[in-house]
């Protein structure tokens, strides 16, 4: 009769009673591996539901991150840059003197030896004797003493150690196409932090 009610056709059957008893004890044993089984699917949850925490906030985290990192980075190299130049221009300015020291102390010397020359020369093509005499003696002093004078451009090489490499040296300019600029400026020590390995 109750199979007949469910439509349940073809089959054994026991007297209903019976047969719910023995599906109440089933589904007893079914709802405790059912509730474990549920229970592993709600920590499954909780670890999805702490990567998609970690997924969604992780890029803005990490952009501000690295956002921070390359700020502070530039700002170093700002400050880098504007002692490096700092550098640069104390350094020649340093040169620069020096070099007009140099320049002061030959420019004198040549006009000191053409003076001498001239004056020599005015001593040679007088018909006096006299004044030969008195006036040779003085010429010859001077030239002797002027002919003692001399320079060394290797007294640049030490002021300006960028611009000599060997055979850098060119009849009568500086040859500094050779040397890039970062080489320029280890050379002058200005880089010694940052010098390429």
């Not at 925490?53 to 921070?68: F, H, R, W």
């Not at 980075?73 to 007009?100: A, G, H, P």
Request: glycine share 2%; aromatic share 8%.
């Amino acid at each position: 009769r109750d199979c007949a009610l469910y439509h349940h056709q073809r089959h054994s059957f026991k007297p209903a009673e019976e047969a719910a008893d023995e599906i109440k004890m089933k589904l007893k044993v079914s709802e405790a591996t059912t509730i474990a089984k549920l229970a592993e699917f709600r920590k499954h949850t909780q670890t999805i539901l702490n990567y998609e925490t970690y997924v969604t906030t992780s890029p803005d985290q990490l952009k501000a991150a690295i956002t921070n990192f390359f700020g502070i980075l530039l700002r170093k190299l700002n400050e880098r840059k504007t002692s490096l130049l700092c550098e640069v221009d104390t350094q020649f300015n340093s040169f620069s003197k020096q070099v007009w020291a140099e320049k002061s102390s030959v420019e004198m010397t040549a006009c000191g030896l053409e003076a001498s020359l001239n004056f020599a020369k005015q001593v040679m093509e007088s018909s006096e004797k006299i004044e030969i005499a008195v006036l040779g003696a003085k010429a010859f002093s001077q030239m002797k003493m002027i002919n003692k004078k001399s320079w060394n451009v290797d007294n640049l090489k030490t002021i300006i150690p960028v611009c000599f490499l060997e055979n850098d040296i060119v009849t009568k300019s500086v040859k500094t196409t050779s040397v890039s600029p970062v080489e320029s400026i280890q050379r002058i020590g200005c880089l010694k932090d940052y010098g390429e390995d």
